[in-house]
């Protein structure tokens, strides 16, 4: 489906229906219902898969002839491009999506073939220790500024990197002394023919329904807010402007400020990991946490962003010595 198709769809004209014969066409007539139906983000995302991976290997093949073994010997040639795990996964997960999409339409293809999916290693998540996490709020107190200030609520918060970057004064609400998240700043590339293409910074609305929330601030929160908080309700939390910070410009500060105070393997998204298991470590009910940091599921809250510390581990085992257990 092309651009005029997908108008027509829009006003409810009539489509060009006509079976495709290669899968090329098929792919271009599932990213094009897509691109209705999800965020632009989503879609960039799409796009660079089909342009870069699955059209040059399967594109010109008839419609029918998408294979196991076809399906086979590109998951093979992914492998020894030297593609991430997850990037694979992506991949065949796509893949499947729009042969299970052709199948909807009655057109021609085979039954979905057998995909094996590769398992990407489970990464080791890097949490701030307790006296590492001072460390990094001292030197962020000491020589506080807009960046730092920002970098320090996603910190004390557990905020994501585009929602402090998108985040406005006009967010923070003193009477009610709560942090808005309602948008999230990304740097989204825009492809050109060769698959490739520039880049350009957008604000839009959050990547979830679950992320879009009211966010309770500490009573020492809500006075450092006060206390930084002299702009215009437009002007954004991170440079105290109207003018934007993007996310690549904050994550170069905080690279910075780790070298700078002696930390090792840490990068903001760190930020997130430790406030959740911070707030699991001193009681923090996870149905309230999993609100807090945006999730739609308490188990993507446990599963992703929760690490309990070894001494919190070693209390709850002497509470079984306790017990005579």
């Known amino acids: 489906m092309g651009q005029n198709d997908a108008q027509k769809k829009r006003s409810g004209e009539p489509q060009d229906l006509s079976m495709p014969t290669r899968f090329s066409e098929i792919g271009e007539r599932w990213l094009q219902d897509r691109r209705l139906t999800v965020k632009d983000s989503t879609y960039i995302k799409y796009e660079i898969i089909w342009r870069r991976h699955i059209q ?9 002839a998408v294979t196991g073994a076809a399906v086979d ?12 795990a997850k990037t694979r996964r992506d991949v065949l997960t796509m ?18 073939p057998r995909i094996h999916y590769p398992r990407a290693p489970r990464k080791q998540i890097r949490v701030l220790s307790r006296e590492e996490q001072d460390r990094l709020a001292a030197y962020l107190y000491a020589d506080m500024d807009c960046c730092r200030f920002g970098i320090l609520l996603a910190l004390l918060t557990g905020i994501r990197l585009g929602e402090l970057c998108a985040l406005r004064w006009r967010n923070i609400s ?9 948008a999230t700043m990304q740097r989204l590339r825009v492809l050109d023919g060769s698959g490739e293409g520039k880049t350009h910074v957008t604000i839009s609305s959050p990547k979830s329904d679950a992320s879009v929330r009211v966010i309770p601030m500490s009573d020492h929160l809500a006075a450092l807010c006060r206390q930084m908080g002299q702009c215009e309700p437009n002007c954004f939390i991170l440079t105290g402007t109207e003018r934007y910070m993007e996310p690549r410009a904050v994550q170069f500060r905080m690279e910075k400020i780790a ?11 760190t930020l997130r990991h430790t406030f959740a298991t911070r707030s699991v470590e001193v009681g923090f009910e996870l149905k309230s946490l999993s609100e807090i940091l945006g ?7 446990l599963d992703r962003y929760v690490h309990i510390s070894m001494e919190l581990k070693r209390a709850n085992m002497n509470k079984l010595a306790q017990a005579g257990l």
């Open 259 to 269: 070298r700078d105070c002696g930390l090792e393997g840490v990068h903001f998204h």
């Open 174 to 182: 003193w009477t009610e002394r709560t942090i808005t998240i309602d």
């Open 295 to 301: 999730h739609a599921d308490t188990s993507i809250t």
């Open 95 to 112: 893949l499947r999506s729009i042969l299970a999409y052709a199948a909807a339409q009655g057109w021609q293809v085979r039954q979905a």
């Open 73 to 84: 010997e590109l998951a093979r040639e992914l492998l020894d491009r030297g593609l991430a």
């Open 56 to 64: 040059p290997a399967l594109g010109q093949l008839d419609a029918d």
